[in-house]
């Protein structure tokens, strides 16, 4: 059964960081490309990172580069969203993806930035 499950969303202020967890069971979380979306209330849902299965390429939002940075480490059957520099517009609910196929998602963690 597959399953993934954020953590590390909270209330920061504008300029502040976060880091986002996605912890992954029931697939071989080493051979899958993993993603990142989020979805801000009234808004649909929208790519924000992916990280290879190697963890050695990335690829992001124009509105998140050189601000968020996807990791991941396969030992932990983790995926990671640091977030630096955060700004209002980034507050929503973020949500981890594997297309194996399925889509699989998980629940979501919500980040919510203060001005």
């Known amino acids: 059964q597959v399953q993934l499950v954020e953590s590390g969303g909270g209330l920061v202020q504008t300029g502040g960081s976060l880091r986002l967890s996605c912890a992954v069971s029931g697939f071989t979380f080493s051979i899958y490309r993993m993603r990142w979306y989020r979805q801000a209330p009234g808004k649909e849902r929208q790519f924000v990172a992916s990280i290879s299965a190697s963890g050695g390429s990335t690829s992001y939002t124009d509105s998140v580069k050189g601000r968020f940075t996807a990791s991941r480490d396969n030992a932990k059957n983790t995926v990671y969203l640091q977030m630096n520099s955060l700004k209002p517009e980034d507050t929503a609910a973020y949500y981890c993806?594997?297309?194996?196929?399925?889509?699989?998602w998980g629940k979501g963690t919500l980040v919510t930035v203060s001005s």
């Open positions: 993806n594997v297309y194996i196929p399925p889509d699989y």
